[in-house]
T-cell receptor, first 116, second 113 residues
Framework: DGGITQSPKYLFRKEGQNVTLSCEQN?????MYWYRQDPGQGLRLIYY???????QKGDIAEGYSVSREKKESFPLTVTSAQKNPTAFYLC???????????????FGPGTRLTVT | DAKTTQPPSMDCAEGRAANLPCNHS???????VYWYRQIHSQGPQYIIH???NNETNEMASLIITEDRKSSTLILPHATLRDTAVYYC??????????????FGKGTHLIIQP
């Protein structure tokens, strides 16, 4: 089945460690996104990528880094510079512009990161 | 993107129609209204979108006022599985949102048995 996978579902790290969250899609989508969600809040955009080897900062990119070496994969690294890394992280992708799939973002199941 | 206002929570009886309002008084002419929902601890799910005409799909109907300053999402026969946070988002189409979506706090819809 086509979709977006994020792993792991729960992740625990010690403060000061970098951690990389996985996001893979087999939908053949060009655009991919990373969002962060804090309890009781909406989603905030961290980074997005419209095409391989290109990505842009979102609203809260500080303390995060991404790469887009393959169309299918858009990993997010939470660095030790991120002041409050504990959150629910969601990855999404979108169909090609101009297609009927372009208006909808497909979300993965999310990774809940806890840093102590 | 234009700002949206939604009630923080709503209750609806199972089997009844759930009507979720959204105000977007500063919407501009090229902005669409999108609705997503998020079931607890899952990723958001697209529901429907529209520009100015009313829209219907297998999940819901979207009613947009003539002045486009507000809209209502209608779930015609709510079930317990429709309990979720519903987000109303206004943004230009621009190919679907090349720079991501802005999610507010949404409306927590609780379907009562």
């Amino acid at each position: 089945d086509g979709g977006i996978t994020q792993s792991p579902k729960y992740l625990f790290r010690k403060e000061g460690q970098n951690v990389t969250l996985s996001c893979e899609q087999n939908l053949n989508h060009d655009a991919m996104y990373w969002y962060r969600q804090d309890p009781g809040q909406g989603l905030r955009l961290i980074y997005y990528s419209q095409i391989v080897n290109d990505f842009q900062k979102g609203d809260i990119a500080e303390g995060y880094s991404v790469s887009r070496e393959k169309k299918e994969s858009f990993p997010l690294t939470v660095t030790s510079a991120q002041k409050n890394p504990t959150a629910f992280y969601l990855c999404a992708s979108r169909g090609p512009q101009g297609s009927h799939l372009s208006y909808e973002q497909y979300f993965g199941p999310g990774t809940r990161l806890t840093v102590t | 993107d234009a700002k949206t206002t939604q009630p923080p929570s709503m209750d609806c009886a199972e089997g009844r129609a759930a009507n979720l309002p959204c105000n977007h008084s500063t919407i501009s002419g090229n902005e669409y209204v999108y609705w997503y929902r998020q079931i607890h601890s899952q990723g958001p799910q697209y529901i429907i979108h529209g520009l100015k005409n009313n829209e219907t799909n297998e999940m819901a109907s979207l009613i947009i006022t003539e002045d486009r300053k507000s809209s209502t999402l209608i779930l015609p026969h709510a079930t317990l599985r429709d309990t979720a946070v519903y987000y109303c988002i206004v943004r230009p189409y621009s190919g679907g949102g090349a720079d991501g979506l802005t999610f507010g706090k949404g409306t927590h819809l609780i379907i009562q048995p």
